[in-house]
T-cell receptor, first 110, second 112 residues
Framework: RKEVEQDPGPFNVPEGATVAFNCTYSNSASQSFFWYRQDCRKEPKLLMSVYSSGNEDGRFTAQLNRASQYISLLIRDSKLSDSATYLCVVKLGGGFKTIFGAGTRLFVKA | NAGVTQTPKFQVLKTGQSMTLQCAQDMNHNSMYWYRQDPGMGLRLIYYSASEGTTDKGEVPNGYNVSRLNKREFSLRLESAAPSQTSVYFC???????????FGSGTRLTVV
């Protein structure tokens, strides 16, 4: 079993739609959680950190469920520019070990 | 701010050739990392440097060496390239342990 698992997609949604991605992690010692965005043939860029209480940044909402060991990303009112691959990233506590999910591809259509 | 700068952006090597990928950051970050990204897989850590003067192996270190030249620069060397090392390589830095990474723009390496 992979340490961080994501549905690879692709998710094809129309502009204005709401879309949600889930990510599960296997190591209960995981301490920090992030969502990154990666455009085609570009480097990953930090989208947002994920906090236990949940957090929101504009149209993006991230949630963490430690008991079930999953994190989620909700995108409201999708834009064409949201088309990208979204990477779930989990950092284990204490050291430098960080696990990247393989990513979920999103296509937003006009 | 340039952030993290990687060179070269593209490279084609023949099997057995050597090369060094260069990486520099101007954010005064302590830790620096080299990852590789292959289709269908998450980024995998090759080597990292927690601070100037230290380096440690990551998940897939075989076939690679690194040098933390100073706080700004962290290079990755392939001594004898193999086709299995065809990949996209990303350098990254991080300011504090629980913060996110800043990545360079990547090096697309093909070994034939």
């Amino acid at each position: 079993r992979k340490e961080v698992e994501q549905d690879p997609g692709p998710f094809n949604v129309p502009e204005g739609a709401t879309v949600a991605f889930n990510c599960t992690y296997s190591n209960s010692a995981s301490q920090s959680f992030f969502w990154y965005r990666q455009d085609c043939r570009k480097e990953p860029k930090l989208l947002m950190s994920v906090y236990s209480s949940g957090n929101e940044d504009g149209r993006f909402t991230a949630q963490l469920n430690r008991a079930s060991q999953y994190i989620s990303l909700l995108i409201r009112d999708s834009k064409l520019s949201d088309s990208a691959t979204y990477l779930c990233v989990v950092k284990l506590g204490g050291g430098f070990k960080t696990i990247f999910g393989a990513g979920t591809r999103l296509f937003v259509k006009a | 701010n340039a952030g993290v700068t990687q060179t070269p952006k593209f490279q084609v090597l023949k099997t057995g050739q050597s090369m060094t990928l260069q990486c520099a950051q101007d954010m005064n970050h302590n830790s620096m990392y080299w990852y590789r990204q292959d289709p269908g897989m998450g980024l995998r850590l090759i080597y990292y440097s927690a601070s100037e003067g230290t380096t440690d192996k990551g998940e897939v270190p075989n076939g690679y060496n690194v040098s933390r030249l100073n706080k700004r620069e962290f290079s990755l060397r392939l001594e004898s390239a193999a086709p299995s090392q065809t990949s996209v390589y990303f350098c990254a830095s991080r300011g504090q342990k629980n913060y996110g990474y800043t990545f360079g723009s990547g090096t697309r390496l093909t070994v034939v």
